[in-house]
T-cell receptor, first 113, second 117 residues
Framework: SQKIEQNSEALNIQEGKTATLTCNYT??????LQWYRQDPGRGPVFLLL?????KEKRKERLKVTFDTTLKQSLFHITASQPADSATYLC????????????FGTGTQLKVEL | GAVVSQHPSRVICKSGTSVKIECRSL??????MFWYRQFPKQSLMLMAT?????????EQGVEKDKFLINHASLTLSTLTVTSAHPEDSSFYIC?????????????FGPGTRLLVL
């Protein structure tokens, strides 16, 4: 079955630096991969979707890459701010079009002043 | 746009009672809604897929008779935890895809914290 791995260790960085989070998966490559943000006690919020034929996607200070050879996606936040502190989840559609998402365990990011 | 609400946001109940959680898509129609459960420090685990007008599809290991799902309209799905026990205490989150614009992106509700005493 598809397994999704995210760094379980919390990531602490200084304000203004670039945060890079990793998502690795096993088995087949999905048609697309998504990143979500989750704050404590809240539901996830959709951030970005990247398709298998896209190498990179950007949205404001966010950038996602998708390497189907390495079976890895990287999520970057540039010019990080304390407000970016949250848990970031990657998710894959394991059914190939049915929109049935499997989530990674998430990486907690803390941006310090 | 694409707002999903859940009610209640928090519920405490006694063991053996049933609890109903509502999930509504406020500004779009959702043919399909999803119910997840999240335990502390863990990721979201899909429990079931709720299909408007038909029976829900449950994931392996999820008891359909314990977690009753009803998707009576294009904007409302309900999850009823029947005969709740302390081990059912968790954070329950629903999501929905906009039937009109595409099914790839899921919009999540704010979650319902259930505590069974």
């Amino acid at each position: 079955s598809q397994k999704i791995e995210q760094n379980s260790e919390a990531l602490n960085i200084q304000e203004g630096k670039t945060a890079t989070l990793t998502c690795n998966y096993t088995n087949y490559s999905p048609a697309y991969l998504q990143w979500y943000r989750q704050d404590p006690g809240r539901g996830p919020v959709f951030l970005l979707l990247i398709r298998e034929n896209e190498k990179e996607k950007r949205k404001e200070r966010l950038k996602v890459t998708f390497d189907t050879t390495l079976k890895q996606s990287l999520f970057h936040i540039t010019a990080s701010q304390p407000a970016d502190s949250a848990t970031y989840l990657c998710a894959l559609d394991i059914t190939g079009g049915g929109n049935k998402l499997t989530f990674g365990t998430g990486t907690q990011l803390k941006v310090e002043l | 746009g694409a707002v999903v609400s859940q009610h209640p946001s928090r519920v405490i109940c006694k063991s053996g009672t049933s609890v109903k959680i509502e999930c509504r898509s406020l500004d779009f129609q959702a043919t399909t809604m999803f119910w997840y459960r999240q335990f502390p420090k863990q990721s979201l685990m899909l429990m079931a897929t709720s299909n408007e007008g038909s029976k829900a599809t449950y994931e392996q290991g999820v008891e359909k008779d314990k977690f009753l799902i009803n998707h009576a309209s294009l904007t409302l799905s309900t999850l009823t935890v029947t005969s709740a026990h302390p081990e059912d205490s968790s954070f329950y989150i629903c999501s929905a895809s906009d039937s009109g614009t595409g099914r790839e992106t899921q919009y999540f509700g704010p979650g319902t914290r259930l505590l069974v005493l």
